[in-house]
């Protein structure tokens, strides 16, 4: 039986805009805080373009080195028009080194389908193609190689392991020029607001040494480095 997701006391949209004027670093010391210190992907996931930004629901995609190609493309429609709004595709692709597994029809099948951005633990293709789409897209590689006879999708919306990270269907993921992050669900708001306030001590703190506070003295202050 598939277990019922936590509501959040905001929209989808309004967390997702929140958790997007934050940083991975701010969420990451929360999460460290909380006692959760493996909850990025592998740092080899990074955006196609440094100031790319994106926060998300996850919605989980798993596929494997296949040359198998009968039905294929039928599977991967039925996974896109699967794609709720505000998801963010995190696609786990068991270490392939070989295959794009997102390129410019895929963002275009995507974004119609309100999705905010895809982390890919694999490649890309048609790479200005989808730059020209402003769709957020971390990956690993660029590859001009198609999936067709090298790759296959295998499942969706199930739990995913990428490096050391399981992320679940209803994750929340956020992804800036420092990588990835998964944030459990039943957790996402808790963490948001704790992140928000070190938002808001970081302006302090800068404030300290701008104003040519000594380090020490701004630690005495409750500040930190």
Not at 53 to 62: E, L, M, N, S
Not at 63 to 83: C, D, F, H, T, V
Not at 125 to 140: I, Y
Not at 169 to 183: F, Q, V
């Amino acid at each position: 039986m598939e277990k019922k997701q936590k509501a959040f006391p905001i929209s989808d949209a309004a967390l997702c805009e929140r958790y997007e004027k934050v940083t991975t670093p701010m969420v990451n010391d929360v999460l460290r805080a909380m006692g959760l210190i493996c909850q990025t992907l592998p740092e080899t996931i990074m955006p196609l373009k440094n100031e790319m930004k994106v926060a998300g629901i996850a919605f989980c995609i798993r596929g494997e080195r296949s040359a198998k190609q009968e039905g294929e493309m039928e599977e991967r429609a039925k996974m896109l028009e699967a794609i709720g709004e505000n998801t963010v595709c995190v696609w786990a692709t068991g270490g392939d080194s070989s295959a794009a597994q997102w390129g410019e029809i895929m963002t275009m099948a995507a974004k119609a389908r309100g999705c905010r951005g895809a982390m890919v633990d694999g490649g890309v293709r048609d790479t200005n193609r989808v730059l020209e789409q402003h769709f957020p897209v971390f990956c690993r590689y660029r590859s001009s190689n198609g999936m067709l006879g090298r790759f296959r999708l295998t499942g969706y919306q199930i739990p995913i392991t990428i490096g050391n990270v399981t992320v679940h269907p209803g994750d929340i993921m956020l992804g800036d020029i420092d990588g990835c992050i998964c944030i459990p669900r039943d957790i996402a708001y808790e963490v948001l607001l704790e992140a928000e306030q070190i938002r808001r001590n970081e302006t302090e703190i800068k404030n300290m040494v701008e104003g040519g506070m000594r380090p020490t003295k701004v630690v005495e202050n409750g500040g930190y480095f």
